[in-house]
């Protein structure tokens, strides 16, 4: 079994879908962030296990998640909840670290319509992987939302950031701990009706998760 943390704040519109599309072997954690829409109720009904993440922040909900995650299942996927990836791509991403053969992997972002990745926030993210790639040699192009890695190994990189700087500060620790890490193609629509990104619905959004990672690279 393949623990999948789903940082959450307000998906209830997203959940049934991404529920319904989990893959067998793979069982969901929604780590939920202070929701006022129901999804943590909507979650529960649904048979999910919920924990409840007072502290705010996308990092927060993350390390949450992991925590809660089984140790005996070894590898965690995190997926955000929000309707924008598939989970049934979810192997794509678990099957190379479940084989031992990387340590990483992260889930590279190809848009399946030009609505589903706005232009400010691609190009915010293509900023931060190039800087990513001269400054550690990582073969990283996207500061991906969904990945798998072992539980274990991912908490002992002791990551820090409880904001949207952490899949920055993950991929530096993977670096610096010498991890092998790889990217593969996954598809990304756009989020579910009802539903709002916190970081690429706008342009402050994006430019708070920017704020966000560029501490991250500058500690």
């Given at each position: 079994?393949?623990?999948?943390?789903?940082?959450?704040?307000?998906?209830?519109?997203?959940?049934?879908?991404?529920?319904?599309?989990?893959?067998?072997g793979?069982?969901?954690?929604?780590?939920?962030?202070?929701?006022?829409?129901?999804?943590?109720?909507?979650?529960?009904d649904?048979?999910?296990r919920?924990?409840?993440?007072?502290q705010?922040?996308?990092?927060?909900?993350?390390?949450?998640?992991?925590?809660a995650a089984?140790?005996?299942?070894?590898?965690?996927?995190?997926?955000?909840?929000?309707?924008?990836?598939?989970?049934?791509q979810?192997?794509?991403?678990a099957?190379?670290?479940?084989?031992?053969?990387?340590?990483?992997?992260?889930?590279?972002?190809?848009?399946?319509?030009?609505?589903?990745?706005?232009?400010?926030?691609?190009?915010?993210?293509?900023?931060?992987?190039?800087?990513?790639?001269?400054?550690?040699?990582?073969?990283?192009?996207?500061?991906?939302?969904?990945?798998?890695?072992?539980r274990?190994?991912?908490?002992?990189?002791?990551?820090?950031d409880?904001?949207?700087?952490?899949?920055l500060?993950?991929?530096?620790?993977?670096?610096?701990?010498?991890?092998?890490?790889?990217?593969?193609?996954?598809?990304?629509g756009?989020?579910?009706?009802?539903?709002r990104?916190?970081?690429?619905?706008?342009?402050?959004?994006?430019l708070?998760?920017?704020?966000?990672?560029?501490?991250?690279?500058?500690?």
């Amino acid at each position: 079994m393949t623990d999948v943390v789903l940082p959450c704040l307000n998906e209830a519109a997203a959940l049934p879908w991404l529920l319904s599309r989990m893959p067998p072997g793979y069982r969901p954690i929604l780590a939920d962030n202070g929701s006022t829409d129901g999804s943590a109720e909507l979650a529960h009904d649904l048979g999910v296990r919920v924990i409840n993440v007072p502290q705010p922040g996308y990092g927060a909900a993350v390390h949450a998640g992991v925590l809660a995650a089984d140790p005996r299942n070894g590898v965690v996927c995190v997926l955000d909840a929000d309707g924008s990836f598939d989970p049934a791509q979810l192997p794509r991403v678990a099957d190379p670290v479940i084989a031992g053969d990387a340590d990483l992997v992260c889930g590279r972002r190809r848009p399946t319509t030009a609505r589903a990745w706005p232009l400010h926030a691609r190009l915010g993210n293509a900023v931060l992987a190039r800087r990513l790639r001269q400054d550690t040699g990582l073969p990283v192009h996207d500061i991906a939302p969904m990945r798998a890695a072992r539980r274990d190994a991912l908490l002992a990189l002791d990551l820090r950031d409880r904001r949207f700087g952490y899949p920055l500060e993950l991929l530096l620790g993977a670096a610096r701990a010498g991890w092998r890490v790889r990217e593969v193609d996954v598809a990304y629509g756009p989020r579910a009706a009802g539903t709002r990104s916190k970081v690429t619905g706008t342009v402050r959004g994006t430019l708070r998760a920017i704020h966000d990672m560029q501490a991250v690279l500058t500690r």
